[in-house]
Structures are given as C-alpha cells and as structure tokens.
C-alpha cells in the first residue's frame, strides 16, 4: 500500500492532521514515525489526472479542425470498409434472386453503443430494400431495439417513397431467451430462404450457429461485431466482416457529414499520436534495459518509468 485516502467525515478542508502507521508484530504494537501536517484545500481539478486534461484538449482542438475543414468542402480521405460497400450488392443479389433480406441485432439492448451504430446500417439496408421492392426481415431478441428498428425502417421506407412496402410484421419480437433467439432466426432462415444476410450487433455462442444456418442457405452475409471473442467465427463463416470500430464507422461511412466526418478523423488521429507514444515508449524501455545490462546507465528506465506512470493515471 503506497496511499491512503482518509474518507472520515469529520475532516475539515484549512485544518491540519497528522497520520501514523500501526503495526501488530509478536511483541505488540508499534508506530511509525506521525507524517504532517496535512491539509485539504478545494481544487478546481484532480491535479495527478493532468494527462487526461491534455489528451481531452487535444482531442476536441483536431475534432474542431476536421470539421472545419469538412465544412469548408474539403474531401477527407476514408479508407475504404469493404463490408459497407457490398451492401447494395448483397440487397441487389437478393433482388434478383426474389428472395428477401434478414437483418439481426443479436444479443444487442438499445443503451448499447454497438446497436445505435447498428441502426445506422439498418437504415441504409432499408432504403435499398425499399428502392428495389424487397421483403425485409428484423428479429429481434430486446422490445426496445424493436421498436427502434421499426421506426428507423419505417423511416427509411418514408423517405425513400415507399411507406406503403413496410410491414410491421416483419419486424417482430422471437424471445429474450439466447439460444430460443438463436433457434426462432435460424428457422427464419430455413422457412425464408434469405438471400442476404446481416448480422449487426453483439453475438454471443450463439454467432456460429446463426452464421452457419445463414451459410447453408446460400445467403451473403455481412457481419459486424465488437465481441473480440465471435469475431473468428464471422470470419470463417460470413463473406465479409466489420471488425470492431468499423461498425462505429459505419454511420461518418454511408452518410459523410461534416460533424461526423470531422469527429472520425480526429480521433483516428489522436489514436496514431498514442500509438507512437507507445512505441516510444517501448523503445525506451528496451533501450533502458540494454544500457543498465551493459553500459550501467540508468537514464532510460527513468523516463520508461514516469512515462508508465503518466499512462497509468488515465
């Protein structure tokens, strides 16, 4: 234990106080030396959480300027996801095959950030559905996203002409229950023939087997998690794969609007600046290791240590 942090209620901020340690040896009780006075002020901000200050000012200062710059009509380069640009192929294989699409949230709950970036790529499926008069099929796993879902397809359906081509019931609530959702989309599956297929959201045990389901009728399918875990598994069953903050992409993606467009590059940026902090970081401390082993200088692993220890406060 190297801190202490006294929570009595009594303390008064102005008043000093002194701290010592008790120890119980065989012998009895002995004290340490008393450490103080110590006193409390008010402080506007946490001043060990610094770092936090810096790495937050420099993040809205590149935000700012990428929008600016968005705004201004500038074209910022976006690599480009492969998942998000086969979406009108997969709706329009679908079409000329006469078969509808299925789109699944998973295990996803609406307070989720995974499932609002979800939305957004349901929206764009819907307004391609809606374009080429193509069946479309949510099932959903939480009441909530369900109904979420339906007013961002019934949207997409209004705005692109053709609200008299949704259906509310194909947009319906299975079960709550993991693997009764797994077994009510699988059956979707076999009943519907899809000929796309999105899975969009947070998978459990259950992605294998949906995936699979999907793969033996046939379908194309376009997965995208943040579940480190199931990631494998999309990969070794579907045609393509959104991987982590892809799906957080998607929205600045299909729909490049300054603000968003602006806010992506930012933190991408900030991203690279802490990557090569880190690198860094790992440099030194190699270098330091091999200086003390063979020249006895201490220099590096100073530096390795604070710069640790500045990371470490976040």
Request: overall charge negative.
């Amino acid at each position: 234990m190297t801190s202490f942090e006294d929570n009595n209620t009594d303390i008064r901020d102005g008043e000093g106080y002194f701290y010592f340690i008790r120890t119980q040896t065989i012998s009895g009780y002995q004290d340490s030396p008393r450490v103080g006075p110590i006193i409390s002020r008010a402080q506007w901000f946490n001043t060990l959480r610094i770092n936090v200050l810096v790495v937050t000012m420099l993040v809205s200062v590149l935000v700012v300027y990428y929008i600016r710059r968005a705004r201004a009509g500038e074209k910022l380069f976006i690599r480009k996801i492969a998942g998000l640009d086969a979406i009108d192929d997969a709706v329009g294989r679908s079409t000329e095959m006469g078969r509808p699409i299925l789109y699944s949230f998973g295990l996803s709950y609406l307070n989720e950030v995974w499932t609002l970036a979800s939305l957004s790529i349901l929206y764009r499926v819907a307004q391609k559905c809606a374009e080429y008069s193509t069946r479309l099929l949510v099932p959903h796993y939480d009441p909530l996203v369900m109904s979420a879902a339906q007013e961002t397809v019934k949207q997409a359906y209004i705005e692109t002409g053709r609200p008299d081509l949704y259906d509310e019931r194909d947009s319906p609530f299975l079960t709550a229950d993991q693997f009764g959702y797994a077994a009510g989309v699988d059956g979707m599956m076999m009943r519907e023939k899809p000929g796309a297929v999105f899975w969009q959201g947070y998978f459990y045990a259950e992605s294998l087997i949906l995936a699979e389901t999907g793969h033996s009728v046939g379908a194309i399918q376009i997965a995208g998690t943040t579940s480190v875990e199931q990631i494998p598994f999309f990969v070794a069953a579907c045609d393509y794969t959104l991987i982590g903050e892809e799906m957080y992409a998607a929205s600045c993606y299909l729909r490049p609007e300054p603000q968003m467009l602006g806010s992506l590059k930012g933190e991408d940026l900030t991203k690279a600046i802490i990557l090569m902090f880190l690198t860094f970081g790992t440099a030194l401390g190699t270098l330091g290791v091999l200086l003390k082993n063979f020249l006895n200088v201490d220099w590096p692993n100073v530096i390795f240590a604070n710069l640790v220890q500045w990371f470490n406060t976040f």
